[in-house]
């Protein structure tokens, strides 16, 4: 079960490709300017994940005027998530947790998922500017979609 309301969500660094190369992006930095939605993803490339992260491309702007970072997390490598990025126009920040510590401190990891192996539930969390945990939802199945409407309402709370 996803970590709860409350809780002091886990710092992690992770790789991002940019133009520049592999990139570290850190939870702790990111919350230094605002708060954090981390949106966990089983897959890059499946269709679930894809209108999910093409939704939240769209409406960004939303997040922003609600001073919110979004940042996305998979097991996939830093340059699948680079590849899908391009080719469906995603803009958010992708981190790569390949090695799946980070899905593991969330408790968040979805087991076997059609057989290639342990991925991240599809899981979203908001975290505030100290670190804790405002808002965790662990979707029931990898193809339904967290509460976007109540991570936007707990965002405009803070």
Do not use: H
Request: include cysteine; glycine fraction near 4%.
């Amino acid at each position: 079960m996803a970590l709860s309301v409350g809780t002091q969500a886990p710092d992690f660094t992770l790789k991002t490709k940019t133009a520049e190369g592999l990139v570290d992006v850190s939870l702790r930095a990111s919350l230094s300017s605002r708060p954090v939605v981390l949106l966990f993803f089983p897959l890059a490339f499946t269709s679930v994940c894809t209108v999910e992260f093409c939704d939240v491309t769209a409406g960004l702007s939303r997040y922003e005027s609600l001073n919110a970072d979004v940042i996305g997390v998979s097991v996939d490598s830093p340059f699948a998530q680079e590849a899908w990025a391009k080719k469906e126009n995603i803009t958010i920040k992708l981190v790569s947790d390949l090695n799946k510590e980070v899905i593991k401190a969330y408790d968040v990891v979805f087991p076997n998922l059609a057989g290639v192996g342990d991925t991240a539930a599809r899981a979203a969390f908001v975290i505030s500017k100290d670190g804790v945990i405002k808002y965790s939802e662990q979707t029931p199945t990898p193809k339904d979609l967290p509460s976007f409407q109540k991570i936007e309402e707990v965002l405009a709370s803070l």
